[in-house]
């Protein structure tokens, strides 16, 4: 069974530019497309953004579409969240999961623990 570990949230003040690691362990998921999902406080969990598995493709939500990208490195079994200009709204707990396909929500079937990114004004 494949483990998915996020790493690198925190505080953030505005316009800051972290980066979240998820590391896989237990199996590879060089195989799978990985995402990004977020939920905020009182929110239901949205999608962030999607990669393929070879990493060609990419797909984004509005809200984050031209600061955010996602990228991976399937020899360390690791997908990355590179978030820019980051504003107090994208204040949430941020998980990165598995899936058949990249932009098919529905289609993500293994998540993280998640890690809290919190942005200060």
């Known amino acids: 069974q494949v483990q998915l570990v996020e790493s690198g949230g925190g505080l953030v003040q505005a316009g800051g530019s972290p980066r979240l690691s998820c590391a896989a362990s237990?199996?590879?998921?060089?195989?799978?497309?990985m995402g990004w999902f977020r939920q905020a406080p009182g929110k239901e969990r949205e999608f962030v953004g999607g990669?393929?598995?070879?990493?060609?493709?990419?797909q984004f939500a509005d809200s984050v579409k031209g600061r955010f990208t996602i990228s991976r490195d399937n020899v360390k079994n690791t997908v990355y969240l590179q978030m820019n200009s980051l504003k107090p709204e994208d204040t949430a707990v941020y998980y990165c999961?598995?899936?058949?396909?990249?932009?098919?929500?529905?289609?993500?079937?293994?998540w993280g623990q998640g890690t809290q990114v919190t942005v200060s004004s």
């Open positions: 237990g199996r590879t998921v060089s195989n799978y497309a």
């Open positions: 990669i393929t598995w070879n990493g060609g493709t990419t």
């Open positions: 999961a598995k899936g058949r396909s990249a932009f098919i929500t529905a289609s993500y079937d293994y």
